[in-house]
């Protein structure tokens, strides 16, 4: 039996420090160890770790704080769009799905497609596969908040889509997990509602299979967030997990030349990742990046800022 281990993120961004110290931050720390927790029951159980990451990701979809599933996001036209995506490293099975907005768990939509002919629908298909499936669903007005509407408010008159982590009045986006199970397995998750104002029917990296997330137990699994098009045109985390299985680097540094591929191409960001050893990994280009992780029954760790390394009991 191996070690088992867990990493969440909650989207990387460009808030200063000064940003970021407030009293409300706590609500993020609180929500990155709880989702840390359900995974690490499953884990300590015995369950996989493609279970592992989905309980939590369903955590921070039902949290309104971060930017999947309930309090995701407001497309230009004040629709909300959802995506996610899932894979397990032992035969790199994956499921995706693009532009809900009726799924209540987006992640669970993505896994309920794993093994099927096809591995990613899109809109009312998605939708409506998802409750063929049993899945919870709810009207469109369960997602939006009033922190998200005026958010919406505020760049909709610039006719600016920015990233949610980018507004001076937000924190988080793209929510991810990435864990290895007491087999060896590995397995991701990532799930976002995209862009603040983005144009309807965009699709970032999120729900492409290679670019915002990966998992191989060979090499490692990896979620991304950040530019979605610049992780998509480099192809991102099937980039990093290729450098480390073909071009011998070691996890975190196949990771941060990527993250250079990015920078280039002026895309920010960062990623989560565990390798096959149970090594972790979670390197940002950016000044802030939510993330937590935690290794066997220790306790979650989670930080914000680059220096930053928080116990929550």
Known sequence: MTQI??????????LTRKQLEYPGRRGYERGLAD????????????????NAVTEAIVILED?????????????ADGSIELS?????????????????????????AARSIMGHAHSLLFGVGADDYAQSKGLDMVPA??????????????????SNAVLDHSDDQ??????????????GNLATATSTGGMVNQTPGRIGDTPIIGAGSWADNNTCAISATGTGEAFARNVFARRVADLVEIGGLAPLAAAERTLDDIRRDKGVGGCIL???????ALPFNTPHMFRG????????????????QISID
């Open 5 to 14: 281990v867990l990493a969440v993120h909650g989207g990387a961004g460009n």
């Open 35 to 50: 989702a840390l927790r359900s995974g690490q029951r499953v884990l300590l159980k015995g369950g996989s770790a493609l």
């Open 63 to 75: 949290n309104d704080l971060f930017n999947a599933g309930k309090g995701a996001v407001l497309c």
């Open 84 to 108: 996610a995506a899932i894979m397990k490293g032992n035969d790199r099975t994956a499921g995706a799905m693009v532009g809900l907005k009726r799924t209540k768990n987006p992640i669970r």
């Open 141 to 158: 007005d369960y997602f939006s908040t009033p922190f998200r509407r005026r958010q919406w408010q505020k760049l909709k008159s610039k």
């Open 170 to 183: 937000a924190a988080t986006g793209t929510v991810g997990a990435v864990a290895r199970d007491r087999r």
């Open 274 to 280: 565990v390798d096959a050893q149970g090594g972790l």
């Open 293 to 308: 992780w935690l290794v066997g029954d220790a306790p979650p760790q989670v930080a914000i800022l680059a220096d930053e």
